[in-house]
């Protein structure tokens, strides 16, 4: 089993900026993709950013580039989303995932991760 989860979420003025971390435990894979994904109310899932564990490729949402970065740090088997310009737009549940198998192309997409924490609250006032 693979246990995800996320903590940094809050509350914060528009501008402002906040850093998600997602700590992951369990079974390590030999190809490893995690990504974040937001869920405002009334809305469904939607893609922010995904890193490669090995190599640390990134891709981001348009909505998010330029204000946001995905990175991780080995040693704490940890990945961040630093969240920087908040707009109220981006309030949301953010969650983080993960991919076991080498299916990057298929980053954007909820259905193809296999594993999700159990996501943290991002508010932004405006």
């Known amino acids: 089993q693979v246990q995800l989860v996320e903590s940094g979420g809050g509350l914060v003025q528009a501008g402002g900026s906040l850093r998600l971390s997602c700590a992951a435990s369990g079974r390590t894979f030999s190809r490893y993709v995690m990504g974040w994904f937001r869920q405002a109310p009334g809305k469904e899932r939607e893609f922010v950013a995904a890193?490669?564990?090995?190599?640390?490729?990134?891709y981001y949402a348009d909505s998010v580039k330029g204000r946001f970065t995905i990175s991780r740090d080995n040693a704490k088997n940890t990945v961040y989303l630093q969240m920087n310009s908040l707009k109220p737009e981006d309030t949301a549940v953010y969650y983080c995932?993960?991919?076991?198998?080498?299916?990057?192309?298929?980053?954007?997409?909820?259905?193809?991760?296999?594993?999700w924490g159990q996501g943290t609250q991002v508010t932004v006032s405006s």
């Open positions: 995932a993960a991919m076991d198998g080498s299916r990057w192309f298929f980053h954007r997409r909820p259905d193809e991760y296999d594993y």
């Open positions: 890193i490669r564990w090995s190599g640390g490729s990134t």
